[in-house]
């Protein structure tokens, strides 16, 4: 599985950048794969395309005012002929100057116009191309099905497409070596194949689960009890704990499951407390506090904090 960030190439920074035609089929395509597979031929890219009848509009416009031109010296008095020239010369060379001024907001309404016009093709041709990825994905090759989802997830931004990733992804292991994506797959609402990856991720990786990522599950905290119990509820506070600014951020959501998490946590979790005194921390600081004073008392590991308890306590 190669690996993506979601972000266009150097030379993609437009999403229509992305999108091709294919002329004979006039068939639009957004997948990587350079030739039409109904009949064979190579696409072109639209946004060629259309520079390219803007170019040859304007070079025809161009001949034809030279003709004009050219014309009009032919067949002016001879006393005159001079004038015409020059008047003929000028002109063109005025209007090669104003096109080319106007020309990349010609290309980009034309461009527009051409979007505009043909969008119920270029659906179809997504359409076509999910398919491609549904049969792919049916046929076994999940690998394959993923890359033409994610082809057609940078083009289309939707739950659909996100959540028919996260499927596929649902049923290949987590390569080592590439970082799993998960930010870029967050769906707009509540989705269990989501989360069931989400937490296959966490499992491996734990620093790709995002601000987020965590604000998804405290949101949808309801919904996830029901379907896959508190431990992923701990889990998600567990993360939380990696960075002070989460902790901050979430510090309610992570003191209502502070009893549960793990020894190391909560030692890591005081050493931030003691180490940033100024920092409101709430009602997280005291609950640390009183689950050291409850469950660790006795504990050497502790020793430095209920030392410093009451310097915590002050702080
Ligand atoms: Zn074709």
């Not at 960030?5 to 794969?33: A, H, I, W």
Request: charged share 30%; proline share 3%; hydrophobic share 40%.
């Amino acid at each position: 599985m190669a690996k993506r960030n979601g972000k266009p190439t150097k030379n993609e920074n437009y999403q229509f950048q992305k999108l091709k035609m294919c002329k004979k089929c006039q068939r639009y395509s957004v997948l990587k794969d350079p030739i039409c597979p109904v009949c064979g031929k190579y696409y072109k890219k639209v946004d060629q395309l259309v520079r390219k009848s803007v170019m040859k509009r304007f070079i025809l416009e161009a001949i034809w005012i030279l003709t004009v031109t050219g014309l009009a010296v032919l067949f002016a008095p001879t006393a005159q002929t001079i004038y015409y020239l020059a008047g003929g010369v000028m002109f063109c060379i005025s209007y090669i100057i104003v096109t080319s001024i106007f020309l990349k907001s010609e290309y980009h309404y034309q461009l527009k116009k051409r979007l505009r016009k043909d969008l119920r093709k270029i659906q179809a041709g997504i359409r076509f191309e999910s398919n491609l990825a549904k049969e792919a994905e049916s046929e076994g090759q999940l690998e394959a099905a993923y890359e033409k989802l994610c082809e057609i997830g940078d083009f289309v931004y939707s739950d659909e497409v996100k959540i028919r990733q996260v499927i596929v992804l649902n049923k290949l292991p987590l390569r080592s070596g590439v970082e799993p994506e998960l930010e870029r797959l967050i769906p707009s609402s509540y989705d269990k194949n989501f989360v069931k990856y989400a937490l296959k991720v966490l499992k491996k990786n734990r620093a790709r689960f995002t601000k987020r990522c965590i604000t998804y599950f405290i949101r949808n905290r309801e919904k996830i009890m029901i379907d896959f119990g508190e431990d992923a509820l701990i889990a998600i506070a567990d993360t939380a704990l990696r960075m002070k600014l989460y902790i901050l951020e979430f510090s309610s959501f992570i003191e209502e499951f502070l009893p549960d998490l793990p020894k190391e946590r909560i030692q890591r979790l005081c050493s931030i407390i003691l180490a940033n005194p100024d920092l409101d921390w709430g009602s997280l600081k005291v609950r640390t506090i009183e689950l050291i004073g409850r469950k660790y008392r006795n504990d050497p590991d502790f020793k430095r904090f209920l030392v410093n308890e009451r310097i915590i306590s002050r702080a």
